[in-house]
């Protein structure tokens, strides 16, 4: 069975979708940007209670490209594929029955919200400085 608007003159097909954007304004976005992901900084925070599933952990947030901010807490820039294989790969992590970690994603606005209280002068982005040579 064909769709109605296909059925239907140009111009009625025209009145057709624009009543259709009134009754349902949103609209699903176009292939070109589900194939363009855009990484959101992601804080990772973790509370494991063996040293060496620590340390295993830490070297594998060290391969996503995150940075140790604390002793038990990573942050850095992860795409939505990556940071979701990320937490089912962090289930293999959990082997104690306190242990928990915590995948964090920050959006733009609460990444600019962000405010860091230390003796220290840090932000939560660093700038990142290109070299030509």
Request: charged share 35%; hydrophobic share 35%; net charge positive.
């Amino acid at each position: 069975m064909e769709c109605i608007s296909y059925q239907l003159e140009k111009s009625e097909r025209i009145k057709h979708q624009e009543a259709i954007k009134k009754v349902r304004p949103f609209s699903w976005p176009s292939l070109k940007s589900k194939t363009m992901v855009k990484p959101m900084l992601a804080l990772v925070i973790y509370d494991i209670s063996s040293d060496e599933v620590r340390t295993k952990l830490a070297s594998r947030l060290f391969d996503y490209g995150l940075q140790r901010v604390q002793y038990s807490a990573f942050k850095g820039e992860l795409n939505a594929h990556d940071r979701e294989i990320l937490v089912r790969e962090l289930r293999n992590y959990i082997g104690g029955e306190r242990d928990i970690i915590y995948v964090v994603p920050l959006c733009d606005r609460c990444v600019r919200l962000c405010r860091i209280v230390s003796e220290k002068p840090s932000e939560i982005l660093e700038k990142e400085e290109v070299k030509i040579i």
